[in-house]
């Protein structure tokens, strides 16, 4: 095309499109779609924690893949009070830690050995790269809002009681 015949980065069509994209971005970035639903397709279920004096119920959204576990809670402005995401490992036990890279959230991080029993809680501090290894190994781990246990009456030594449909790890 001529130069005079191209048409500039910010010609009308261009500009409304340009509009269009950065309105839609926005409402992503914050959330704005009236409710507090998280911004995946986990599958979610319902546990309980519980000891001899205290039991609670949460809803826990179900990482049970690589990529689900990689991005966790990553980008999460909020969460409800009785919320949660459990992650679930293929091949037994694990030791390795969690960090809070690109989570907004203060968190507990409970890890949880083979028999269902808390072995560690530690407490996240949003944007931290420490890697926050536990003093036992583990089979799953459970994430909910900081100071959630302690709310509750609940810590290490509690049980978490799953449903029998949980997904598989993978």
Same mark, same amino acid.
């Given at each position: 095309?001529?130069? #005079?015949?191209?048409?500039?980065?910010?010609?009308?069509?261009m500009?409304g499109?340009t509009?269009?994209?950065?309105?839609f971005?926005?409402?992503?970035? #914050?959330g704005?779609?009236?409710?507090?639903?998280?911004?995946?397709? $986990?599958?979610?279920?319902?546990?309980?924690?519980?000891?001899a004096?205290?039991?609670?119920r949460?809803?826990?959204?179900?990482?049970?893949?690589l990529? #689900?576990?990689?991005?966790?809670l990553?980008?999460?402005?909020?969460?409800?009070?009785?919320?949660?995401?459990?992650?679930?490992?293929a091949?037994?036990?694990?030791?390795g830690g969690?960090?809070?890279?690109?989570?907004?959230?203060?968190l507990?991080?409970?890890?949880?050995?083979?028999?269902g029993?808390?072995?560690?809680?530690r407490?996240?501090?949003?944007?931290? $790269?420490t890697?926050?290894?536990p #003093?036992?190994?583990?089979?799953?781990?459970?994430?909910?809002?900081?100071?959630?246990?302690?709310?509750?009456?609940?810590?290490?030594?509690?049980?978490?009681?799953f449903?029998?449909d949980l997904?598989?790890?993978?």
């Amino acid at each position: 095309w001529p130069r #005079s015949a191209q048409r500039p980065w910010y010609a009308p069509g261009m500009l409304g499109l340009t509009k269009l994209f950065v309105v839609f971005a926005a409402l992503i970035v #914050s959330g704005c779609f009236g409710d507090d639903r998280p911004p995946t397709a $986990l599958p979610t279920v319902a546990i309980t924690v519980e000891d001899a004096d205290s039991s609670e119920r949460l809803i826990v959204e179900v990482a049970a893949t690589l990529p #689900s576990r990689t991005q966790g809670l990553m980008f999460r402005q909020k969460m409800p009070e009785d919320a949660g995401m459990i992650f679930l490992f293929a091949g037994g036990e694990q030791t390795g830690g969690f960090w809070m890279k690109d989570t907004y959230l203060p968190l507990s991080i409970a890890y949880i050995g083979a028999d269902g029993r808390i072995v560690d809680i530690r407490d996240g501090t949003p944007l931290d $790269l420490t890697v926050l290894t536990p #003093s036992a190994p583990y089979q799953r781990v459970l994430e909910v809002n900081q100071g959630w246990f302690q709310r509750h009456g609940l810590g290490i030594g509690s049980v978490v009681r799953f449903p029998k449909d949980l997904p598989a790890p993978e």
